[in-house]
């Protein structure tokens, strides 16, 4: 059984700089040859500083322990599908920024499902602010356990 | 970056440009992980897959997301992003064609922006869809 008592538990608040090898590591994996995240005369010329790709807060997996994540409901990892994933992107993040993350769990609940049998879903949200105290961005997660490994 | 979009000129209906990915292949898997830290060995461990009944490693989801908003940022600009929603369908496999694409459905003016919304897809050979999303934009 999911259990409801998850719902808005927090995790501990973390830190994650802006680092520019990051940036043009993330960029390279998603195949993005864009000079804004490659040459800081063009980034600066551009964008005001190196930017970060939309999805690069996924990076805060490095920055995140077990005391800053709210949990993860109990889920099996050889069960778990990526549901969804949401960003709202609302001021600008630079390199030489640093953030400050807070996750929470925003819902867990079930579903029976298809072939997969039944299904919960956990949905974590992570609140960012920026070294001014500005909320940068939200970052909405849904994870899904499915009752068993789904087959090809 | 300046919005490479100027609001007047966009309508409704516009397509956001396809972007195909020829063929991703297991060490494009391994470099996102890497970069991303979503070390969930489903995506480059063959050992573990098959003991999860699963016949070979696949894309994360977050990697196909990332070429998708690749799709996106060339159409509307770095930093002109303000919205990207994703549900992930359709596993990814080694050898997969990814193309992704969009479709503007939308325009308003909230809190002083220009904004475009519109939705985004990323599909396989077959066409079946990998991803359907969604974004909002800014425009110039």
Known sequence: ????????????????????????????????????YFDPEVAKRECGG??????FLQTAAFWQDDSSSPGMGGFDIRRILHGEQDFELLKP?????TLTGVAKVADLYEKEGGRGGKMTFLVV????????????????STLIETGQAVKA | MPAKLKFEQVKVGDSVPDSVTNGVTRPDFVR???????????????????????????????????????????????????????????????????????????????????????????????????IKGSFVAACA
């Not at chain 1, 190196?50 to 999805?55: A, D, G, L, M, S």
């Not at chain 1, 993040?93 to 920024?97: A, K, Y």
């Not at chain 2, 193309?99 to 985004?120: M, N, Q, S, W, Y």
């Open chain 2, 32 to 130: 996102y992980a890497g970069a991303s830290g979503d070390f969930v060995p489903l995506h480059y461990d063959q050992t573990f897959v098959e003991m999860a009944g699963i016949p070979t490693v696949f894309a994360q989801g977050m990697f196909t997301a990332g070429l998708l908003s690749k799709c996106l940022t060339d159409y509307v600009g770095i930093g002109q992003v303000r919205r990207f929603k994703v549900r992930f369908a359709t596993r990814v496999w080694p050898g997969d064609v990814v193309t992704c694409r969009g479709k503007v459905t939308g325009k308003k003016e909230a809190a002083g922006e220009k904004l475009i919304e519109g939705d985004l897809e990323a599909v396989n050979q077959k066409g079946e869809a990998a």
């Open chain 1, 1 to 36: 059984m999911a259990d409801k008592s998850m719902i808005g538990k927090t995790g501990k608040p973390f830190t994650m700089p802006i680092e520019w090898s990051k940036v043009r590591e993330f960029a390279r994996a998603i195949k993005d040859p864009n000079p804004v």
């Open chain 1, 50 to 55: 190196i930017p970060v790709p939309v999805t």
């Open chain 1, 93 to 97: 993040i630079l390199v030489g920024d």
């Open chain 1, 125 to 140: 949200e992570t609140e960012y602010k920026n070294q001014k105290g500005e909320k940068v961005a939200i970052a909405r």
